[in-house]
């Protein structure tokens, strides 16, 4: 991970970095939050930075943190009250979003099923503009058999979709509930779909032929947050 806001926000949230390097221009702010946390690091030069930056603007400070175990997979049922599911969310920026996104609407946790980006690349890192680091993410096995068997402990589950039986406000606002969202192109599948209590859609007024996911996205849990 890079950039000084992003290190600062992992290391208020206590997440465990194995080293930095910095450049002299940093400031002394950032060593000093270092030293604190036991974080070893090392001074380099510009040209240094650059080489190892995978930004194009590097922003004089890169970190190597170390994965945290609650990323696993996860087998029982979640006691969050609303949950959002990623279906297959391949883009990088898109999932970032997300996870920024559910952090805005107090959402502990992100379901991923397969094919969707790794959540601690380093472009779903930076998109998610340090939510990463207070938004467990999770991957079961098997999503279909996972929604089952949430579905039997009495969660509801909603599908985006543009032509979805539902609008926002239909949405319910207590209980264990779940927005599911899909793929950018092809969204949420048939067979995802058909385990959900009821597709919703957002209904617009102008020419564009969808909204952006991670717009949809957070039109939909405000929705199912805030009524």
Request: hydrophobic share 40%; charged share 25%; glycine share 8%.
């Amino acid at each position: 991970m890079e950039g000084p806001e992003l290190i600062k926000e992992a290391l208020r949230q206590g997440w465990p970095l194995r080293e930095a390097h910095i450049t002299l221009k940093t400031g002394k702010e950032l060593s000093r939050l270092l030293e604190l946390a036991d974080v070893p690091y090392d001074l380099c030069s510009q040209s240094e930075m650059e080489r190892i930056s995978e930004a194009k603007t590097p922003q004089g400070i890169v970190a190597i943190a170390q994965l945290p175990e609650s990323s696993a997979e996860r087998e029982s049922a979640t006691l969050s009250e609303v949950l959002l599911i990623c279906e297959c969310v391949s883009d990088p920026g898109n999932l970032g979003t997300l996870l920024r996104t559910a952090d805005w609407f107090g959402l502990r946790e992100v379901i991923l099923g397969e094919g969707s980006a790794d959540p601690f690349s380093p472009k779903v890192v930076r998109a998610s503009a340090g939510s990463i680091f207070r938004v467990r993410t999770s991957t079961p096995p098997n999503l279909s058999e996972w929604l089952k068997r949430e579905t039997d402990q009495g969660r509801k589950f909603f599908a985006a979709h543009v032509n979805g039986e539902l609008l926002p406000k239909d949405l319910p606002a207590k209980g264990l509930r779940g927005l599911v969202v899909g793929h950018e192109k092809r969204g949420v599948s048939k067979q995802i779909a058909d385990l959900c209590q009821a597709t919703v859609r957002i209904e617009g007024s102008g020419r564009a032929e969808s909204l952006n996911l991670a717009v949809a996205a957070g039109i939909l849990l405000h929705a199912l947050v805030k009524q």
